[in-house]
């Protein structure tokens, strides 16, 4: 993959963070985007679009820790976005 792509997918990823819907959400996955994926290589972007596609609503669960992350969910990237603090 040429580096030409993957800064696409970093910038769409960006976007997609901050536009998700739901304000709680846009703000927790904006900010870890604007800190992280711009290190993001083609894996971690794989898992991060996947993790994208789910809803609002189980993101939020799954980062607040009201529910458990499914398997199919679990990843270096998941792991990174569950550590990650979102300052005030």
């Known amino acids: 993959m040429q580096q ?3 800064e696409i997918r970093r910038r ?3 976007y997609r963070s901050w536009h998700r819907g739901t304000k709680e959400t846009d703000i927790i996955l904006g900010r870890f985007a604007d800190t992280h994926v711009a290190g993001f290589g083609a894996d971690e972007l ?5 993790l994208l596609e789910e809803q609002d ?3 939020y669960a799954w980062v607040t820790g009201t529910a458990e992350v ?3 969910m679990r990843g270096t990237v998941m ?3 569950l550590r990650f ?3 005030n």
């Not at 794989?46 to 996947?50: F, G, R």
């Open 57 to 59: 609503p189980d993101i």
């Open 79 to 81: 792991d990174l976005l």
């Open 85 to 87: 603090r979102v300052d």
């Open 70 to 72: 499914p398997a199919r």
């Open 12 to 14: 769409r990823a960006r």
């Open 46 to 50: 794989d898992q991060y679009e996947i």
């Open 4 to 6: 030409d792509d993957i």
